[in-house]
């Protein structure tokens, strides 16, 4: 099969919304080029925002603030249960307390680079002037940043950076951080600018006069569907790595809110750009659903290292020191174990392939704090790391203070997402996305620390900057459950459930998900061929014309059943997965964390292609045959050139 066979080729899309001229001054000249709205006329205006973790919280939040009239919507049972409460490293901000030479334009660069060159300009830079003020809203807001012995905020190194610039409450920031912004949220409840809808789920996208104006949604308790009307949604719905049912994300983690927004016409780009984090606990068994995240920050004192023997099952402490293989640290000698996810991922893939892997199946390698304990003392490194110690105590039932952990790469973010111009807008007029929900300022790699940066960057700082520019031509005219484009968008969510109840087969939705992970971790994961990549599309194309046929999905639709909710979110994961691997067979180069074995340099590290790939892939949404959208990518200020962290 040709490449037209599974995709054809659409007009460029561009991004009209950053400013030229200088790159220092762009987020500044189009804040002040952005259309107002008055206060009085902010209470006029109504606003959704999907999802409550880092991006949506901090959103709702700010535009509850400003003014409008907020409607929040999450499924869990509380918007302390966002995903982001699991992040546990950082946050990056060029605050150069440390006085090591950190600076705007340097996390600019390093940002830049990280993501292989596949990120756009004006938004990286304005990730990094706004780093600046997050950390002091978050201060602000008594966020319990650790702190040196003189009181100023510490501190630590996260990979792809030879400065210290993340700032980190042990090794809880992400819960630190979203318990300040669910704060700042729960204040605008109180005061009426906000609205709460915990246990509901997004379902379908309505769109009337072709502006984004409202949601279906689902609730989870009492099964009852509703449609809900604004001037504008805002999805902040998260990432969609669980399309590899083993990841680092939790269960509930989907793709289903930006799926519906896709089938509907908005952009969605980069979708096989996935981040392998290197460190997490590695696969135990066929038992397991999800995976454990060992945050980065281990990387500052841990030692990366393998037995230089292949099949060598000593422990670790039975191992000499001249017979191990510190292999970051001799690949690698001027990052050393600080080397990028990307790189550090690949690397213990390589020495694992090898034979040289430690644990079941030889599925791991070491991470040792053998001599970060010897240096600072026990006390010390249980003061930085006690509770991601405890918690890797508790699930492998091993002693890290004395024995090294076991880490392996595994599926943690997504890149990709929904395609956003400059002020955060999707290709559907009033459809803004936050987040890892959209395609982001990432490239094909991101780099540690930088996912609440960019959550707390959109929700606080941009989007309640641009969104004004469009809601000043509202309110727009009032709708109700009679008009047509509503009516149609509800039936679409009830006979979809209906259609999912009806199978009534003899295989649970779970086992059609892990099949489906399967494939896409052995031929869209850390490594990508031709052939397996036409080979997963086939095999997918197969489960999913099965999972229609046999999936049983249990109990009826009016009620808690969440199974019927696993039934949907597994039915758009393997649309997702057809497209994942439709982009990734595409895009004929290595680039970040996306190797491809036919596209690598003499010494087998990734080898990217700029004169044909150096563009954003923004896919439309069409069936079988999906179009591609190219938006070129310029770099005027970090040139394109080979990545090296030797």
Same mark, same amino acid.
């Given at each position: 099969?040709?490449?037209?066979?599974?995709?054809?080729?659409?007009?460029?899309?561009?991004?009209?919304?950053?400013?030229?001229?200088?790159?220092?001054?762009?987020?500044?000249?189009?804040?002040?080029?952005?259309?107002?709205?008055?206060?009085?006329?902010?209470?006029?205006?109504?606003?959704?925002?999907?999802?409550?973790?880092?991006?949506?919280?901090?959103?709702?939040?700010?535009?509850?603030? *400003?003014?409008?009239?907020?409607?929040?919507?999450?499924?869990?049972?509380?918007?302390?249960?966002?995903?982001?409460?699991?992040?546990?490293?950082?946050?990056?901000?060029?605050?150069?307390?440390?006085?090591?030479?950190? &600076?705007?334009?340097?996390?600019?660069?390093?940002?830049?680079?990280?993501?292989?060159?596949?990120?756009?300009?004006?938004?990286?830079?304005?990730?990094?002037?706004?780093?600046?003020?997050?950390?002091?809203?978050?201060?602000?807001?008594?966020?319990?940043?650790? @702190?040196?012995?003189?009181?100023?905020?510490?501190?630590?190194?996260?990979?792809?950076?030879?400065?210290?610039?993340?700032?980190?409450?042990?090794?809880?920031?992400?819960?630190?951080?979203?318990?300040?912004?669910?704060?700042?949220?729960?204040?605008?409840?109180?005061?009426?600018?906000?609205?709460?809808?915990?246990?509901?789920?997004?379902?379908?996208?309505?769109?009337?006069?072709?502006?984004?104006?409202?949601?279906?949604?689902?609730?989870?308790?009492?099964?009852?569907?509703?449609?809900?009307?604004?001037?504008?949604?805002?999805?902040?719905?998260?990432?969609?790595?669980?399309?590899?049912?083993?990841?680092?994300?939790?269960?509930?983690?989907?793709?289903?809110?930006?799926?519906?927004?896709?089938?509907?016409?908005?952009?969605?780009?980069?979708?096989?750009?996935?981040?392998?984090?290197?460190?997490?606990?590695?696969?135990?068994?066929?038992?397991?659903?999800?995976?454990?995240?060992?945050?980065?920050?281990?990387?500052?004192?841990?030692?990366?290292?393998?037995?230089?023997?292949?099949?060598?099952?000593?422990?670790?402490?039975?191992?000499?020191?001249?017979?191990?293989?510190?292999?970051?640290?001799?690949?690698?000698?001027?990052?050393?174990?600080?080397?990028?996810?990307?790189?550090?991922?690949?690397?213990?893939?390589?020495?694992?392939?090898?034979?040289?892997?430690?644990?079941?199946?030889?599925?791991?390698?070491?991470?040792?704090?053998?001599?970060?304990?010897?240096?600072?003392? @026990?006390?010390?490194?249980?003061?930085?790391?006690?509770?991601?110690?405890?918690?890797?105590?508790?699930?492998?039932?091993?002693?890290?203070?004395?024995?090294?952990?076991?880490?392996?790469?595994?599926?943690?973010?997504?890149?990709?997402?929904?395609?956003?111009?400059?002020?955060?807008? &999707?290709?559907?007029?009033?459809?803004?996305?936050?987040?890892?929900?959209?395609?982001?300022?990432?490239?094909?790699?991101?780099?540690?620390?930088?996912?609440?940066?960019?959550?707390?960057?959109?929700?606080?700082?941009?989007?309640?900057?641009?969104?004004?520019?469009?809601?000043?031509?509202?309110?727009?005219?009032?709708?109700?459950?009679?008009?047509?484009?509503?009516?149609?968008?509800?039936?679409?969510?009830?006979?979809?459930?209906?259609?999912?109840?009806?199978?009534?087969?003899?295989?649970?939705?779970?086992?059609?998900?892990?099949?489906?992970?399967?494939?896409?971790?052995?031929?869209?994961?850390?490594?990508?061929?031709?052939?397996?990549?036409?080979?997963?599309?086939?095999?997918?194309?197969?489960?999913?014309?099965?999972?229609?046929?046999?999936?049983?999905?249990?109990?009826?639709?009016?009620? *808690?059943?969440?199974?019927?909710?696993?039934?949907?979110?597994?039915?758009?994961?393997?649309?997702?997965?057809?497209?994942?691997?439709?982009?990734? *067979?595409?895009?004929?180069?290595?680039?970040?964390?996306?190797? @491809?074995?036919? &596209?690598?340099?003499?010494?087998?590290?990734?080898?990217?292609?700029?004169?044909?790939? &150096?563009?954003?892939?923004?896919?439309?949404?069409?069936?079988?045959?999906?179009?591609?959208?190219?938006?070129? *990518?310029?770099?005027?200020?970090?040139?394109?050139?080979?990545?090296?962290?030797?």
């Amino acid at each position: 099969m040709t490449m037209t066979d599974y995709y054809t080729l659409g007009d460029p899309v561009a991004d009209t919304k950053a400013p030229d001229g200088p790159i220092e001054t762009r987020w500044e000249r189009r804040r002040f080029g952005a259309k107002l709205v008055n206060p009085a006329n902010k209470r006029k205006l109504t606003v959704i925002v999907v999802g409550t973790g880092l991006a949506g919280g901090s959103a709702a939040a700010t535009l509850g603030e *400003l003014g409008y009239q907020v409607k929040s919507y999450c499924y869990q049972d509380s918007p302390r249960r966002a995903h982001s409460i699991a992040a546990q490293g950082g946050i990056n901000a060029a605050k150069n307390y440390r006085n090591d030479g950190d &600076s705007v334009h340097r996390l600019f660069y390093d940002t830049v680079k990280g993501g292989d060159f596949r990120s756009r300009e004006s938004n990286v830079h304005r990730l990094a002037q706004i780093s600046v003020q997050i950390i002091d809203q978050c201060v602000a807001q008594g966020v319990p940043f650790a @702190r040196e012995y003189g009181g100023l905020l510490d501190t630590r190194s996260f990979g792809g950076a030879q400065v210290s610039r993340t700032f980190y409450a042990r090794g809880q920031t992400g819960q630190q951080l979203l318990l300040g912004a669910y704060q700042a949220l729960e204040r605008q409840i109180a005061a009426g600018t906000v609205t709460m809808h915990d246990r509901h789920e997004m379902l379908e996208l309505i769109i009337v006069d072709g502006r984004a104006r409202g949601i279906v949604v689902r609730d989870l308790v009492t099964g009852e569907i509703s449609t809900e009307f604004a001037d504008a949604v805002v999805l902040a719905s998260g990432g969609y790595g669980n399309v590899f049912f083993l990841s680092t994300n939790a269960k509930g983690c989907n793709v289903t809110a930006s799926w519906r927004a896709h089938r509907k016409g908005a952009l969605f780009a980069n979708p096989c750009y996935t981040q392998i984090h290197p460190t997490c606990i590695p696969v135990s068994g066929d038992h397991q659903s999800k995976l454990t995240l060992m945050s980065e920050s281990l990387r500052n004192d841990g030692r990366v290292w393998v037995p230089k023997a292949k099949g060598d099952n000593r422990v670790p402490a039975d191992i000499p020191e001249d017979e191990r293989d510190y292999y970051l640290e001799r690949i690698y000698p001027a990052f050393g174990n600080l080397v990028p996810r990307d790189i550090a991922s690949r690397a213990a893939k390589n020495v694992c392939d090898e034979g040289r892997g430690v644990g079941p199946g030889g599925l791991g390698v070491y991470l040792d704090f053998a001599a970060a304990i010897g240096r600072l003392g @026990r006390d010390a490194v249980e003061a930085k790391y006690g509770n991601l110690f405890e918690m890797y105590e508790r699930i492998t039932g091993e002693d890290p203070y004395s024995t090294p952990m076991r880490i392996y790469p595994a599926v943690h973010y997504t890149m990709g997402g929904l395609w956003v111009d400059y002020d955060l807008q &999707s290709t559907i007029p009033g459809l803004f996305v936050i987040g890892e929900a959209n395609f982001s300022d990432h490239g094909a790699n991101r780099l540690g620390a930088s996912a609440l940066m960019q959550g707390l960057a959109d929700g606080y700082f941009v989007l309640p900057n641009t969104i004004g520019d469009y809601l000043a031509a509202g309110p727009f005219p009032k709708l109700d459950g009679e008009n047509a484009e509503v009516a149609e968008a509800r039936k679409l969510v009830e006979d979809r459930i209906e259609k999912l109840l009806s199978i009534n087969g003899d295989r649970t939705v779970d086992s059609f998900h892990r099949e489906l992970g399967r494939i896409m971790w052995e031929y869209c994961g850390m490594e990508r061929t031709d052939a397996g990549l036409r080979k997963a599309i086939t095999e997918i194309r197969e489960l999913k014309a099965e999972f229609w046929q046999r999936a049983k999905v249990p109990g009826d639709g009016e009620g *808690l059943n969440q199974s019927l909710e696993r039934a949907g979110r597994v039915a758009d994961f393997f649309e997702l997965a057809e497209l994942m691997c439709i982009d990734a *067979l595409h895009r004929e180069e290595s680039c970040g964390g996306h190797f @491809r074995a036919e &596209s690598q340099t003499e010494e087998g590290e990734a080898d990217r292609d700029d004169e044909r790939f &150096s563009y954003v892939a923004a896919w439309e949404f069409g069936g079988d045959l999906p179009v591609l959208h190219k938006e070129d *990518l310029t770099f005027d200020y970090v040139h394109p050139s080979q990545r090296s962290y030797k």
